[in-house]
Each structure stands twice: as C-alpha cells, then as structure tokens.
C-alpha cells in the first residue's frame, strides 16, 4: 500500500486558465451548497490545489466578492474541484457526461478541454481519499471505488458513499468534500477525530482527512494533525460508513406518520447526547464559566431582532421578556452564592437529521455548525443544554411533517428523550439519579428549577429562529415554531 498522496498548493489560478473561470462563473450561482445570493458576486481566485501524481484533477479555491461579504482574511472561500480533460471536440449532453458532472467545455490556448465538476467524478473521489488515507489503486482499476455514488440532496457539502474501502476498523467511508473553506482546523475534523482517538464509538470512526498545506508547499493528510501550526485549513473529511443506517428524522417523521411510540428511540438518543457531552468534555477539556450578563444579552438581542421581523410574534413578546427575566435573577443567585455554571465544548447545531439510527443504534455525526460563521464561533464552549433544546425542537417538526394524529406524541417523545438523557447525564457524572419531570441532570451547581428555566429559555430561542427562518423562506411553515413558542410559555 502506497503512502498517501502529497497536496500542493499554489496562489491564484494557476493551473486553471481564464476560460475555465468564466465558464464556472456561470454554473456555480446555480448549484445548491453556493453558500450565498449570486446577485453582484464575482469569484477571485484565492488558492489553487493539484494532488501528487494526478494531472486531471485540480481544486479551485474562490474567494466570494461583493456587497455585504467579508474580505481578505474572514472572505467566504468555496471549494470547487474539477476534473479537467483534453478533448478533440465538444462533449454532447448525455445521461452519461451529465452523471459525470459535465460543466461544459472551453477553447484554450493549450487545446480544447472538457471540465467536470469534481464533486460527483470518480477521479475527484479517488484524488481525495487517497490524500486522506494510502491507497495503491488507480482510479481506473481501483476496486475502493466500487459501488460509490455522490449523496444527492445535500445542500451545503457534497458527500460521497465508498462502500467497498477497506479501513482499520472494517469496510465502507464516507467521505465529505467540504465545499466552503475556513481558516483553520475544522470542527468536522478536529472533534470526530478527539472522539474517535478517546475509544468513543457514537460517531462514526474518523479515518482521516485532506489538509491544506501553506502555499508552495506540499502536505498529506491522514490524521488532523501537521505541524505545530496545524493546517492553513481542512479540504475534506473521510469517517466509516454507517452500515443499514436511516436518517434520524426520517425515522421520526416515519414514526409519527404512523402514530407509532418514538419513545424507546428518543430515550436511547438522549443517552447517547449526555454521552456525547462527557466524551466532549474529557476529549477537548472544560471551557470558562458562564457570564450571565452577556449570555442572557444574547438571548434578549435575538429575541428582539425576531420580534422585529415577524409580527405574528408580537403576542409573545411580554411572555419571552418575563421568561428570561426569570432566568436572569436565576443565574444572579447562582453566582451571588459563589457558584459558576460551566461551559464546554457541544455539538452546537444538533437536530435529528445530525443523527443516523443504525443496528448498533445511534451515531451522531456533522459536527461542522453553521459553515458561513467563523471557525472560532462554531466551536466556543457552550451550555450542553442548547444541544438538548435543538433536539427538543426537531422532535416537535418530526411530528409536524409526519403528521402525526396522536396529540400527545411528540411530548411523550420529548419527554422520553429528557429522561434518557437525565439518567445518562446523571450516571456520567456519578450523580444519584431522582426521575423529576423534566429536569435534566447537566454536571452544573443548577438546582432544577433553574435548570428547567433554562431549557425552556434555550427552547424558546430556538423556536424564535425558527419563526424568522420560516417567515422569511417557508411561510406555510411559521405556525410550527409559533405554536412551540406558545406551549413553552404556556407552560
């Protein structure tokens, strides 16, 4: 078995003559993870990216220009691989060059070239993976790439099922092409991999990833970790592949759709988030006490930016201002008795679709946040709590979409998840475990009723995103955060 492939890294376009760039600037507006409205953006050419030893294929790293988007250092970057082919004339539209991510073909001044989008191109795939682990196949021959197939429907990253390679723990990857860039290691990287090295088996198996050398010089992945500087950014991610794995919500939306009890399921979740929590925790380190004077800042400043914006919310304004009050004298008297709330590192965008339902059972994956926002926001330490909110949310829109008829679905759904995560969070931190209805056990000084008024308080938080996300680009939707607003203040 060969060692991986060597990445290098050159300035600007090189290797990527002016016709290739305006032919993407023409396609890319239209693919589904372009990470912004194309109207006055143009495309600079930041960085070029070659693989040691494969002349077709070239990575095109884009620095995204125009009103309202940050420059030099903090620009949005896309990834944008290619698989550039001399051709004697025009390839036509076929079911074939279209399956191969046919872009188009342009007129240089070295010949006639056909460009594919790398994205869904085998000799992309092979490019990639062999950079992230050693291999000895050559794409044409190579047995890893049998049965692989791009995961349509993806919006921000492009994904690829590798069912046939072999790798230390058995057979099958997946291997995620990170199609925006930031600067920096990766949380998609940097924690599955902490995990993985901790022996904790509820994330897929990290096996290796593509880095991002400093330019001019050449780099191979494998594992995180480079030199003491680390890397100038990660390209891509390869993990196991989750055999006879379903969506998680897939699977909810299935169970409620058919008013079938998610409850057994939901709790085993739970146990497996607390889970997550303390491996976190161990792996990555404690983080700083909570300041409540600028945690409970945030809260009441997004409130009112969604309050702002939708008016269907003004009916709840007095309730969301009383709860948080409440929640602030709560967190006063916490720390006027000498105690802090700690923060740690969390999942931070956890909802069912960031959790696969396997034999084995859970597996809890995606761990990159929101990839437009800087690295070092996405992965601040956090209140594990948030984390408890986001699932508590996504039940309530798997019963939602699943149509569920039994009104008391989703709550025993949720309320079967607190349980499973009070006793799991109770047991990793040695805690005797009291069943209280829904207070969760969160390895803080909070007594309960000021953990609760937490939950509810994150809850709400994310029930007001929601609204203004769904206002703005679902509004037949807005009546499923508003009510979950409604219940929570209600209640």
Sequence with gaps: MS???????????????????????????????????????????????????????????????????????????????????????????????????????????????????????????????????????????????????????????????????????????????????????????????????????????????????APGAAGTAGDAHGDDAGPVAHLAVLSELVHEATDGFELACAYAARDEDFGEQAAELGAIVAHLHAALRDALGPGPALEPAGFMGVLRRRAAEAFADVPALAPHRAGVTALYDALSARLSAVVERGDVVPLQPIHGDLHLGQALWSPDGWKVLDFEGEPQRPVSERTAPDLPLRDVAGLLRSLDYAAAVGQATDPHWVSHAQISFLEGYRQASGEAHGETVRPVDGATSTGSPLDVGTAELLLRSLTVDKAL????????????????PLAAVDRVLSS
């Design 3 to 213: 060692p991986a492939r060597p990445v290098h890294v050159s300035p600007g376009a090189a290797h990527l003559p002016p016709e290739v760039l305006r032919l993407l600037d023409t396609w890319l507006p239209a693919q589904r993870w372009y990470p912004v409205p194309a109207e006055g953006v143009t495309h600079e050419p930041w960085l070029t990216v070659t693989f040691g030893g494969v002349a077709d294929v070239v990575v095109a790293l884009l620095r995204l220009v125009g009103p309202g988007l940050a420059a030099g250092d903090e620009s949005l970057v896309i990834q944008v691989p290619l698989v550039l082919t001399p051709t004697a004339e025009p390839e036509a539209d076929t079911a074939d060059t279209e399956a191969a991510g046919l872009i188009g073909t342009v007129t240089t001044a070295s010949g006639t070239a056909t460009v594919h989008d790398g994205g869904v191109h085998p000799a992309a795939w092979h490019a990639y993976f062999t950079a992230a682990l050693p291999a000895a196949c050559e794409p044409e021959d190579c047995a890893e790439l049998r049965g692989a197939r791009r995961i349509s429907g993806e919006q921000s990253n492009t994904s690829v099922v590798l069912p046939a390679l072999p790798h230390a723990t058995g057979r099958g990857g997946m291997l995620k092409i990170l199609r925006t860039v930031a600067l920096g290691p990766h949380p998609d990287v940097v924690i599955p991999e902490a995990l993985t090295r901790a022996g904790w088996d509820g994330v897929p198996h990290f096996l290796g990833a593509v880095e991002l050398p």
């Design 465 to 480: 995103y929601e609204v203004v996300y769904e206002f703005r680009h679902r509004p037949a939707w807005t009546h499923i």
